[in-house]
């Protein structure tokens, strides 16, 4: 393909509308900013919102990384990934350290992130409100008044229904003590990462035409009852298949020959990263031996 | 009554439709029942006053579209007034219009102060979440943040409304109508409200359900010291419940009293023939 195209796909003014919908997003956090959703080459559901922000924030010097529920090497980060690339001619990778720009579904990375960069993730259902009320009209309302009983009631069937939260992904949070906001389907796990992050994140819905962001250092907290904690996925006594290690999320996995579970790193360029560093001990000591 | 009402109803009033200048003026002359035949607006709650006083059960009857239930919406927020005021006693000393506050103020008063019965437990209960859940939902919405506490609030609810605890899990579509209509009420007393809406709880329930509703209600009166308004169409139903009643006509009150003096000796022409058409 040449390289013919207007830079990262989008004309400017399309860009600059994304653009002042992200500023005023990241000026009120937590609140989502409806913005003209663009047609992207990819399908509404895929990702639209994710790239569309990707594309508008991008310049030639940035880094790109695009993740799919942890993989770098995922048919959907893959064909993103090109996307970007064939319209800016920015470098890609997969190592979380060298990208300035990360997209993500679904996943925040192992690796702690910084202030020089941006994680943008891709969210399917931006009102956490949406299960309880189907009016966008009024669920305006109700972030208007803060009036989050919806939310919180949705925890409390789930309580009554399990005996505890039951959010697999996607668990409500308060963002800076003011709105409440879906962190998209992340696992409680990468909640944690949200509150005080160093990096700025933005978070588009394509489908939904929203965008909203959570600006670096903002207080983030999951919902939860004084007598029910939210609480992280564990994976305790459980380690990567590969690497071995155990303080990640883990995906579980079922060998089909035998039938045994067996579980893998879900982040996959930390996985490789840590078999390299284990590679490299092993050489040294051959070295010195 | 030396007491201060509890509630405090100055000429509320509900217009659909923008007015003229034949209807603003003079309603009595202009309107054809409630509607103005020059531009069409229809008055549903033409300068209702009245007052609740505490403990009280006040009961409203009139024929259906004579505003009852246009009524009962605006007191309890659902609907904005045209115009009009209300003060409530135990709501900033009884000193502000609550009609005039900021919707999320209205909130408060609503999750706080009311509690609110319709006639359609659609419109009350969300009937694909547990009936415990609809109950805790009103606690939820006060501020309270605790599961165990709602929860055995909730069953102590459902218990004095006689539902089953072990059917407290069911949603409410999984209920007959009267059940539902007795998760709205333990709802609604969730968070011990001074002041219960009731709006025609019992239409459309068979006669012995009816009857165990009304009896639970007028417990509740009894033991708690609640004060209501209770909507109905029925006399049966305002004889057995209602201390004093007021009769609403085209969206005005055209009389009120002691329920018994307004039942043995009924002034107005349309109080005479409702009381008379009793079978």
New interface residues.
């Given amino acids: 393909m040449k390289n013919k195209t207007h830079f990262a796909l989008m004309d400017e003014g399309s860009k600059k509308e994304i653009r002042r919908a992200t500023l005023k997003a990241v000026a009120i956090p937590g609140y989502q900013v409806p913005f003209a959703s663009r047609e992207m080459p990819i399908a509404r559901g895929w990702g639209t919102g994710g790239l569309q922000l990707t594309l508008s924030i991008i310049g030639k010097e940035d880094v790109l990384k695009v993740i799919d529920q942890g993989a770098d090497e995922s048919v959907n980060a893959v064909n993103i990934k090109k996307l970007v690339h064939h319209t800016t001619g920015v470098e890609t990778t997969t190592e979380t350290e060298d990208a300035t720009i990360i997209q993500s579904r679904h996943r925040i990375p192992e690796v702690p992130v910084t202030e020089k960069q941006i994680i943008v993730l891709q969210v399917p259902i931006p009102e956490p409100l949406r299960l309880?009320e189907p009016s966008e009209m009024k669920t305006k309302?109700l972030h208007g008044?803060?009036?989050y009983?919806g939310a919180?009631?949705m925890l409390?069937?789930q309580?009554?229904?399990y005996g505890k939260t039951a959010t697999y992904a996607d668990h409500p949070v308060f963002v800076h003590d003011r709105y409440v906001m879906a962190p998209s389907p992340i696992p409680r796990f990468d909640n944690i990462k949200m509150n005080d992050s160093k990096a700025l994140i933005l978070l588009g819905a394509g489908r939904e035409k929203k965008i909203y962001a959570v600006p670096p250092y903002t207080k983030v907290t999951s919902l939860a009852?004084?007598?029910?904690a939210m609480e992280v996925e564990s994976f305790a006594g459980k380690h990567c298949s590969l690497c071995h290690s155990t303080d990640v999320f883990l995906d579980e996995l079922v060998n089909e020959e035998t039938n045994v579970t067996y579980y893998q790193c879900n982040d996959t360029s930390n996985c490789l990263a840590t078999l390299n560093e284990k590679e490299k001990v092993v050489e040294v000591g051959i070295g010195n031996a | 009554m030396h007491d201060k009402p509890i509630l405090h109803v100055v000429n509320l009033k509900k217009q659909y439709g923008p007015g003229c200048a034949v209807c603003s003026h003079n309603h009595e002359v202009a309107l054809e029942k409630n509607r103005c035949p020059e531009c069409g607006t229809v008055f549903a709650c033409n300068d209702l006053s009245f007052d609740v006083y505490p403990g009280e059960i006040l009961g409203v009857v009139g024929e259906s579209g004579s505003g009852k239930s246009t009524m009962m919406k605006c007191l309890y927020f659902d609907e904005e007034v045209s115009s009009g005021e209300a003060y409530i006693s135990c709501y900033e000393e009884g000193e502000t219009n609550v009609f005039q506050e900021s919707s999320q103020k209205l909130r408060h008063i609503r999750n706080t102060i009311l509690g609110m019965v319709y006639q359609n437990p659609v419109l009350g209960l969300k009937m694909d979440f547990s009936s415990v859940g609809n109950i805790a939902e009103k606690m939820i919405a006060a501020g309270d943040r605790n599961v165990n506490r709602m929860e055995n609030r909730s069953k102590v609810l459902l218990e004095h409304v006689h539902i089953p605890i072990a059917r407290m899990k069911d949603e409410p579509k999984k209920f007959s109508g009267g059940m539902q209509q007795r998760v709205q009420i333990a709802k609604a007393l969730s968070n011990h409200p001074p002041i219960l809406l009731l709006d025609e709880v019992t239409t459309g329930l068979d006669l012995s359900v009816q009857a165990s509703v009304l009896d639970l209600i007028k417990t509740i009166q009894q033991e708690l010291g609640i004060s209501m308004i209770v909507v109905s169409h029925d006399l049966a139903v305002i004889r057995m419940l209602a201390d004093r009643t007021m009769v609403m006509l085209d969206g005005r009150i055209i009389e009120q009293g002691l329920t018994d003096q307004i039942l043995e000796n009924p002034q107005h022409a349309y109080t005479q023939q409702l009381v008379y058409s009793l079978i």
């Fill in positions: 309880v309302q008044e803060k009036e009983s919180w009631l409390f069937e309580i009554m229904k009852f004084e007598d029910y």
